[in-house]
């Protein structure tokens, strides 16, 4: 059972009966006087311009968000656009030797003269190609690797072990260390083995 009495300038003290029938005391609590309306009004003009600060502020981000967004899609379809661009560059004067060189074979007896520009023209490619992270796969002798090499045809042979490269047929590429194109490569089967156990 509780018991309440009132001391001056508004604080008032609580006197709590506990079960075993003592009297316990709670601190005094102050309780303030009630806020003038004026003071209410000034509380409300600044509550009423934080509200329109925030407001404005959310306002400012939403749009930067927008524009964000507006860019990162102009971004994205540019780079699909004109992701290629610097390997193109690369390549064209690799195009105009191509041009050159076939204005020059029509005109010219020296078929050798013309092998050797071709080369050129190819290992200038290649060049070009590695710039942009393109590598050759070298599979000549090599054990043969799915992951790398793709088996179009079995030789057999006693002249190489099971499953060596014996052929490629087609250049394999990576690009920046991932398989761009598998070598297309004949591989090896051993017969002497089989002649052996005969």
Do not use: C, M, W
């Given at each position: 059972m509780a018991k309440k009495s009132t001391k001056e300038k508004g604080e008032?003290?609580?006197?709590?009966?506990t079960e075993s029938g003592e009297e316990a005391s709670v601190p005094d609590i102050e309780v303030e006087p009630a806020k003038s309306k004026e003071?209410?009004?000034?509380?409300l003009e600044e509550t009423k311009k934080e509200a329109a600060e925030n407001y404005d502020k959310?306002?400012?981000?939403?749009?930067?968000?927008?524009?964000?967004?507006?860019?990162a899609i102009k971004e994205r379809a540019n780079?699909?656009?004109?992701g290629n661009e610097r390997l193109?560059?690369?390549?064209?004067?690799?195009v105009d030797s191509?041009?050159?060189?076939?204005?020059?074979?029509?005109?010219?007896?020296?078929?050798?003269?013309?092998?050797?520009?071709?080369k050129l023209i190819y290992d200038k490619l290649l060049v070009s190609l590695e710039k942009h992270g393109v590598e050759r796969i070298d599979a000549?002798?090599?054990?043969?690797d799915p992951n790398f090499h793709e088996a179009v045809l079995q030789v057999e042979t006693e002249e190489f072990e099971d499953n060596k490269?014996?052929?490629?047929?087609?250049?394999?590429?990576?690009?920046?260390?991932?398989?761009?194109?598998?070598?297309k490569v004949s591989i090896s089967k051993n017969i002497s083995r089989e002649k052996q156990t005969i």
């Open positions: 008032e003290s609580v006197d709590i009966q003071k209410l009004v000034e509380e959310y306002l400012r981000v939403t749009a930067d968000l927008e524009n964000f967004k507006r860019r780079a699909i656009n004109y193109i560059k690369d390549i064209l004067p690799v191509l041009g050159r060189a076939l204005d020059h074979a029509y005109n010219s007896e020296d078929f050798d003269a013309f092998v050797e520009g071709l000549a002798g090599k054990d043969f490269i014996v052929e490629e047929f087609e250049k394999g590429y990576l690009l920046n260390g991932r398989l761009l194109r598998p070598v």
